[in-house]
């Protein structure tokens, strides 16, 4: 207790987070998220593969891996990298898009008051876009351009890259259901955006979906049995089940199909839907957010009522990822730092918060449209006082945190300055037009003690240790390099707090539940 009591000048002054107490307070500290917003809208251009649109705003990239494909025979030119190196993972970029999705369909008016809906979209047709070519047949899908191996012993700007632009599929004798699924989920949450604005395009990507999900569900296989090379980068430790599942619930959301909804109810417990309680949501873990949108199903809906059993448990689980959070489990809670961060794990943490935040954002507006609390083992929590801690965590990553820091790349005035980014910390090639090498990159570049020569905007770094400290080092890739789907799990909460800003809750009693 003394640790946490010597960190708590550091905290938002009116809403302390001990390790073992949790005391929600109504919300007074604020930080600027519409400029949060758009910053992070601005990352997505930075990690852009391919010939750019001619209205590209992050100015200091080019026109890259152009040819990928083009061995196998197969127009894979776009898409997103992942993080700091030049690979395209498919899985990570399907989570990306249906993150980006999630967050435009459940506040797309709070983005749109912002001035960034039209960015928002841009943003994930980028991704769309690639999926659609990389769908190359019904039993077909590219899931891997370049390999981490090779590309991980050269530090170079995608712009010059030299290393292998391989490309890796999934087919009906080497499966991949898990990034079938995803790209699935991902390919139906979109669809649902753009139903509206272009018909056209929405019907295309159901139909990719619909393929995709048939063919995940038919040919069933982890796809880093069948890739091998993504096994060391983006293992599918979860396996394929939270997948199907997850494409499932997508496509019954933008299809209203009974059949979807039936797999979805049918398979639940076989494939863990309604029997595992899981603390993360990630990238290759999805159970959290589809047992989260099973629960917000509207029960008075015929459909779903003569499901009620099923999805009730699917709901119990959900409380349970979302109690872990707020630290009122009775055993399985999330640890945290001193500082009040919730941590998952040392490896990019800041994934965790994030998609935790979304997911408490969410389910406090459900439950406040619901007039609902959330019922824990050791307390009962209330919709403002969900949000209150989801804005917390927001809160320390933009800045009020142990370190003064922001952890989102150009917010605030202290940010990390040497991110662990090949493009980024090398000079642009619109400045430096010379050619730069595999290892001259690592020679020249990779070990400077100085800021990187451009500023990843709207990136959202790994993030401090489990004590709250950060060490801005380009080496310190563990805590230093962005990913896509950190950013895009805060899109949609950064949007809510905007919307939100300036408006104070005194609806609900302070709950303060202690060991």
Same mark, same amino acid.
């Given at each position: 207790?003394?640790?946490?009591?010597?960190?708590?000048?550091?905290?938002?002054?009116?809403?302390?987070?001990?390790?073992?107490?949790?005391?929600?307070?109504?919300?007074?500290?604020?930080?600027?998220?519409?400029?949060?917003?758009?910053?992070?809208?601005?990352?997505?251009?930075?990690?852009?593969?391919?010939?750019?649109?001619?209205?590209?705003?992050?100015?200091?990239?080019?026109?890259?891996?152009?040819?990928?494909? $083009?061995?196998?025979?197969? @127009?894979?030119?776009? !898409?997103? #990298? &992942?993080?700091?190196?030049? /690979?395209?993972? %498919?899985?990570?970029?399907?989570?990306?898009?249906?993150?980006?999705?999630?967050?435009?369909?459940?506040?797309?008016?709070?983005?749109?008051?912002?001035?960034?809906?039209?960015?928002?979209?841009?943003?994930?047709?980028?991704?769309?876009?690639?999926?659609?070519?990389?769908?190359?047949?019904?039993?077909?899908?590219?899931?891997?351009?370049?390999?981490?191996?090779?590309?991980?012993?050269?530090?170079?700007?995608?712009?010059?890259?030299?290393?292998?632009?391989?490309?890796?599929?999934?087919?009906?004798?080497?499966?991949?259901?898990?990034?079938?699924?995803?790209?699935?989920?991902?390919?139906?949450?979109?669809?649902?955006?753009?139903?509206?604005?272009?018909?056209?395009?929405?019907?295309?990507?159901?139909?990719?979906?619909?393929? $995709?999900?048939?063919?995940? @569900?038919?040919?069933? !296989?982890? #796809? &880093?049995?069948?890739?091998? /090379?993504?096994? %060391?980068?983006?293992?599918?430790?979860?396996?394929?089940?939270?997948?199907?599942?997850?494409?499932?619930?997508?496509?019954?959301?933008?299809?209203?199909?009974?059949?979807?909804?039936?797999?979805?109810?049918?398979?639940?417990?076989?494939?863990?839907?309604?029997?595992?309680?899981?603390?993360?949501?990630?990238?290759?873990?999805?159970?959290?957010?589809?047992?989260?949108?099973?629960?917000?199903?509207?029960?008075?809906?015929?459909?779903?009522?003569?499901?009620?059993?099923?999805?009730?448990?699917?709901?119990?689980?959900?409380?349970?990822?979302?109690?872990?959070?707020?630290?009122?489990?009775?055993?399985?809670?999330?640890?945290?730092?001193?500082?009040?961060?919730?941590?998952?794990?040392?490896?990019?943490?800041?994934?965790?918060?994030?998609?935790?935040?979304?997911?408490?954002?969410?389910?406090?507006?459900?439950?406040?449209?619901?007039?609902?609390?959330?019922?824990?083992?050791?307390?009962?929590?209330?919709?403002?006082?969900?949000?209150?801690?989801?804005?917390?965590?927001?809160?320390?990553?933009?800045?009020?945190?142990?370190?003064?820091?922001?952890?989102?790349?150009?917010?605030?005035?202290?940010?990390?300055?040497?991110?662990?980014?090949?493009?980024?910390?090398?000079?642009?090639?619109?400045?430096?037009?010379?050619?730069?090498?595999?290892?001259?990159?690592?020679?020249?570049?990779?070990?400077?003690?100085?800021?990187?020569?451009?500023?990843?905007?709207?990136?959202?770094?790994?993030?401090?240790?489990?004590?709250?400290?950060?060490?801005?080092?380009?080496?310190?890739?563990?805590?230093?390099?962005?990913?896509?789907?950190?950013?895009?799990?805060?899109?949609?909460?950064?949007?809510?707090?905007?919307?939100?800003?300036?408006?104070?809750?005194?609806?609900?009693?302070?709950?303060?539940?202690?060991?």
């Amino acid at each position: 207790m003394k640790k946490d009591m010597v960190n708590i000048r550091y905290l938002v002054p009116c809403l302390a987070l001990l390790s073992l107490t949790l005391i929600f307070l109504p919300l007074c500290h604020s930080f600027n998220y519409g400029h949060a917003l758009s910053q992070s809208l601005l990352y997505f251009e930075s990690q852009r593969s391919g010939r750019l649109p001619y209205n590209q705003r992050v100015t200091w990239r080019h026109h890259s891996a152009l040819t990928d494909g $083009l061995e196998q025979g197969v @127009d894979l030119v776009g !898409g997103y #990298y &992942d993080a700091g190196d030049n /690979v395209k993972f %498919g899985l990570p970029m399907a989570f990306t898009v249906t993150l980006l999705s999630w967050a435009a369909i459940e506040y797309g008016q709070q983005i749109a008051a912002a001035g960034e809906y039209a960015h928002t979209l841009e943003a994930i047709k980028w991704g769309t876009d690639y999926f659609i070519k990389a769908h190359t047949e019904p039993n077909v899908l590219w899931v891997q351009v370049g390999d981490g191996y090779t590309d991980h012993y050269c530090w170079q700007r995608p712009e010059d890259m030299t290393t292998s632009r391989r490309a890796y599929k999934v087919d009906a004798e080497n499966p991949g259901s898990d990034v079938a699924g995803e790209t699935a989920a991902a390919l139906a949450a979109a669809s649902m955006l753009f139903r509206r604005t272009n018909p056209h395009y929405s019907q295309l990507l159901l139909h990719h979906a619909e393929q $995709l999900f048939e063919f995940g @569900d038919k040919y069933k !296989g982890k #796809y &880093d049995e069948s890739v091998g /090379v993504a096994k %060391g980068y983006y293992a599918s430790v979860s396996g394929y089940m939270d997948e199907l599942l997850w494409a499932a619930i997508w496509l019954y959301k933008a299809t209203q199909k009974d059949q979807y909804l039936n797999y979805f109810v049918d398979k639940a417990h076989d494939f863990g839907g309604t029997t595992w309680a899981i603390n993360e949501f990630s990238w290759d873990v999805k159970y959290a957010g589809l047992q989260a949108i099973a629960s917000m199903l509207p029960m008075e809906e015929k459909n779903h009522k003569k499901h009620e059993v099923i999805l009730k448990e699917y709901g119990s689980k959900a409380d349970h990822y979302l109690c872990a959070c707020l630290n009122l489990n009775n055993v399985s809670n999330v640890e945290r730092t001193p500082g009040g961060l919730l941590y998952t794990r040392e490896w990019n943490n800041m994934q965790y918060v994030a998609t935790a935040s979304f997911l408490l954002t969410l389910y406090s507006d459900h439950l406040q449209a619901t007039h609902q609390k959330l019922q824990c083992h050791r307390g009962e929590v209330g919709p403002h006082q969900m949000f209150a801690f989801a804005k917390s965590q927001v809160d320390y990553i933009l800045g009020s945190n142990p370190m003064a820091m922001s952890y989102l790349v150009g917010y605030g005035p202290n940010f990390p300055k040497r991110v662990h980014h090949r493009g980024a910390s090398i000079e642009s090639s619109k400045e430096n037009k010379g050619f730069i090498g595999c290892v001259q990159g690592y020679d020249t570049w990779y070990g400077r003690v100085q800021p990187n020569p451009n500023v990843l905007i709207g990136a959202l770094v790994g993030g401090p240790d489990r004590k709250d400290q950060f060490k801005d080092e380009r080496q310190n890739y563990i805590q230093t390099e962005p990913c896509t789907y950190n950013t895009a799990a805060l899109v949609g909460v950064f949007a809510r707090l905007h919307q939100s800003h300036g408006h104070i809750y005194h609806t609900e009693t302070p709950l303060i539940a202690s060991t």
